[in-house]
């Protein structure tokens, strides 16, 4: 582990309400400047590593569906409980964040539904035990069926109409929900890259 | 142009799901940074954040024993003994406004949605790094300012009040006693 310099000083200005604290940059020193010739690509040589790992990335969708799964079953035997519901929340929501950058966007995306209905319905011992399962199988189908460039279209369809099918249910259910309400039907606003 | 020498940067990366956390050590190394440490949980993320002193902690929301949001509000206190004003990016697949909004009150530095892109993550480090925002403390909140932009065209309510006040030096003891020496 490299030896690090003492942070420097801070400068703190002192209002009514709150204080400022500014420091002077304690990271400039990893700022370089170069020519503007510099073919050094540090994104492009990223990305190529990135393509490098993709050989790897079918196992890891296999291993993400497998405890989707494997948390849904225990669903099926136990019923949900705070456990059982935040393990199958948590499968979902990594299969979410991971699957597009595995290069599977319509797992994702069903996955994001999933998420969707756990999030927001009001009690999910009365959601429709075949939307959840439905979801479980599409994503499984997805992932199964990715290599075949002929299915997907039917990937895409199959998830554009879970989603429909997830956000009409959790528009009825709450109706009398206002703050899930506004979030169900937000657009995301995460700033764009 | 500017680029960052990453072999200089020191980064703890936080994620409970090993496939995010080979992909976040391949893309930080491919930038050129050679120390990348690990955690799969907050807790361990904060023990290691007081070990390694890292330059930027990168973390997911979603952990297990306490999450993203969490650790980001236990490494901004002011009086600790270690770091509060290390860069936090968080890292999630969560990405409504309601989350985001969260994270930034808890003393995230930047969001970044998932999914990650090598571009995505290069621009968040390279923000952190150059254009580093001045902290705010107040009663409630300790962190980055939240107020990334100065618009003269705001018309909601003023919530910072009152100028600088002017706060009085009070000499030290070992000052009194000096000069009554």
């Not at chain 1, 949900?80 to 699957?99: M, P, S, W």
């Not at chain 2, 009085?168 to 000069?179: E, F, G, I, T, Y």
Request: glycine share 6%; with cysteine.
């Amino acid at each position: 582990m490299a030896k690090r310099e003492k942070p420097p000083a801070l400068k703190v200005k002192t209002f009514a309400s709150h204080h400022v604290i500014t420091q002077p940059n304690p990271l400039r020193r990893v700022i370089r400047q170069v020519d503007e010739k510099d073919v050094d690509d540090p994104v492009a040589r990223a990305e190529k590593a990135l393509a490098g790992l993709s050989g790897e990335f079918a196992k890891w969708m296999s291993v993400e569906c497998d405890r989707l799964a494997a948390a849904h079953a225990v669903i099926l035997k136990k019923g949900f409980t705070t456990a059982t519901r935040d393990e199958l929340f948590h499968a979902a929501h990594d299969i979410k964040g991971d699957a597009a950058t595995f290069g599977y966007p319509t797992a994702a995306a069903a996955a994001e539904s999933l998420c969707r209905i756990i999030e927001h319905a009001p009690d999910l011992a009365k959601v429709p035990g075949n939307l959840i399962a439905h979801h479980i199988n599409a994503i499984q189908a997805i992932v199964r069926e990715h290599p075949r460039s002929d299915k997907i279209d039917t990937a895409n369809e199959l998830s554009r109409r879970l989603r429909g099918v997830a956000d009409e249910f959790l528009t009825i259910v709450n109706r009398d929900r206002p703050e899930h309400l506004e979030a169900i039907l937000a657009p995301s606003i995460v700033p764009a890259e | 142009m500017y680029r960052i020498d990453f072999n200089k940067l020191r980064f703890l990366v936080c994620d409970d799901n090993p496939h995010m956390r080979r992909i976040l050590r391949t893309l930080l190394h491919s930038f050129g940074a050679r120390e990348v440490y690990e955690s799969e949980d907050g807790a361990t993320a904060l023990e290691m954040y007081s070990h390694y002193v890292p330059d930027i902690v990168i973390t997911d929301w979603s952990m297990p024993i306490f999450d993203g949001l969490e650790l980001a509000q236990m490494i901004r206190q002011p009086d600790a003994k270690g770091n509060p004003y290390a860069p936090i990016i968080m890292l999630t697949g969560h990405s409504e406004k309601r989350r985001v909004t969260l994270a930034r009150d808890a003393g995230v530095t930047e969001f970044l949605a998932k999914p990650i892109s090598a571009k995505g993550l290069y621009q968040r480090v390279l923000n952190v790094v150059a254009n580093p925002r001045p902290f705010i403390k107040t009663k409630n909140y300790f962190g980055p300012d939240r107020r990334r932009n100065n618009s003269t065209t705001y018309i909601g309510e003023e919530r910072r009040t009152g100028g600088e006040v002017e706060v009085m030096q009070q000499p030290s003891l070992l000052d009194k006693a000096r000069v009554a020496g």
